[in-house]
């Protein structure tokens, strides 16, 4: 689980999106845990996905939280990591950010 000073970042969509269908058409990495919650490997990064609007196959907004950091993870920008995960899932779904 997550520190509190670890990033998140939450993201609300135009209209329900299924971020698993997403997951797949970008062909990242991801483990179903529930009906809200999925695990994802971006970059070498483990993420936590929580659909906190909705449900993972339909969801209007989702938060991304950093599980762990990936190993080679130096100088870069973990704020940045995310922001780019959530660009690259939006991009594969049929709908925009708000």
Same mark, same amino acid.
């Given at each position: 689980?997550?520190?509190?000073?670890?990033?998140?970042?939450?993201?609300?969509?135009?209209?329900?999106? *299924?971020?698993?269908?997403?997951?797949?058409?970008?062909?990242?990495?991801?483990?179903?845990?529930?009906?809200?919650?999925?695990?994802?490997?971006? $970059? $070498?990064?483990?993420?936590?996905?929580?659909?906190?609007?909705? $449900?993972?196959?339909?969801?209007?907004?989702? *938060?991304?939280?950093?599980?762990?950091?990936?190993?080679?993870?130096?100088?870069?920008?973990?704020?940045?990591?995310?922001?780019?995960?959530?660009?690259?899932?939006?991009?594969?779904?049929?709908?925009?950010?708000?």
């Amino acid at each position: 689980m997550p520190s509190n000073d670890e990033p998140v970042q939450h993201c609300t969509l135009a209209e329900a999106a *299924d971020l698993r269908t997403a997951l797949e058409a970008a062909a990242i990495e991801y483990l179903d845990v529930d009906e809200y919650r999925t695990i994802v490997i971006y $970059q $070498q990064a483990i993420f936590m996905v929580i659909a906190t609007e909705g $449900q993972a196959m339909a969801a209007w907004e989702f *938060d991304v939280e950093l599980w762990k950091e990936p190993p080679d993870n130096t100088t870069r920008d973990l704020d940045d990591l995310l922001a780019g995960f959530i660009d690259e899932l939006v991009a594969t779904t049929e709908t925009t950010r708000r």
